[in-house]
T-cell receptor, first 115, second 115 residues
Framework: DADVTQTPRNRITKTGKRIMLECSQT?????MYWYRQDPGLGLRLIYY???????NKGEISDGYSVSRQAQAKFSLSLESAIPNQTALYFC??????????????FGPGTRLLVL | GNSVTQMEGPVTLSEEAFLTINCTYT??????LFWYVQYPGEGLQLLLK?????DKGSNKGFEATYRKETTSFHLEKGSVQVSDSAVYFC??????????????FGTGTRLQVTL
């Protein structure tokens, strides 16, 4: 089984709808992240969480919110979806005990289309 | 702030050709440097990394050397295979700004290898 899973894998929604993307991990890592990937822009950080009680904004948090329900679960919500939020969304985890060069482990991604 | 610049793609090579994908960075502290690879339809996975100047990361025949004097971390492989076709991302994390695990990504370089 995959260590980092994301649901749904694909989603089509309409402008103004609220949607939630879910991420679960079995790696036992405290740190979790949400990124979006757009063609020509690479990956940009939306939110990150270093433990269950810690939530931090990334570089593009406007229009998004997150919830860290447990060490293993980190959800991303779009409160009122708009077309420019159409993108590929990735969840990732990492282990701070690695020290320098901490590796991030990515889920398979959720492809979101906002009409 | 931190930034990563990598060569634009796509890069198209014949099988067994030599590969170089250029990556340069700007960082305020002492970054760790990474190459991540994204195969079609999958999430990103770590290819190799280096945590200090003059370190060489290597994996699956790929190599990259951390050059502080030129602020570069170019990816090389002596003989590419069709199975290396993917998108390659250069990234950095900056341990000394209190955000050791936050990654800054380049825009990605698509590699296509043909028979």
């Amino acid at each position: 089984d995959a260590d980092v899973t994301q649901t749904p894998r694909n989603r089509i929604t309409k402008t103004g709808k609220r949607i939630m993307l879910e991420c679960s991990q079995t790696k036992g890592h405290d740190r979790m992240y949400w990124y979006r990937q757009d063609p020509g822009l690479g990956l940009r950080l939306i939110y990150y969480s270093f433990d269950v009680k810690d939530i931090n904004k990334g570089e593009i948090s406007d229009g998004y919110s997150v919830s860290r329900q447990a060490q293993a679960k980190f959800s991303l919500s779009l409160e009122s979806a708009i077309p420019n939020q159409t993108a590929l969304y990735f969840c990732a985890t990492s282990d701070p005990e690695q020290g320098l060069g901490e590796t991030q482990y990515f889920g398979p991604g959720t492809r979101l289309l906002v009409l | 702030g931190n930034s990563v610049t990598q060569m634009e793609g796509p890069v198209t090579l014949s099988e067994e050709a030599f590969l170089t994908i250029n990556c340069t960075y700007t960082a305020t502290g002492y970054p760790s440097l990474f190459w991540y690879v994204q195969y079609p339809g999958e999430g990103l996975q770590l290819l190799l990394k280096a945590t200090k100047a003059d370190d060489k990361g290597s994996n699956k025949g790929f190599e990259a050397t951390y050059r502080k004097e030129t602020t570069s971390f170019h990816l090389e492989k002596g003989s590419v295979q069709v199975s290396d076709s993917a998108v390659y991302f250069c990234a950095l994390s900056d341990a000394y700004t209190g955000t050791a695990s936050k990654l800054t990504f380049g825009t990605g370089t698509r590699l296509q290898v043909t028979l």
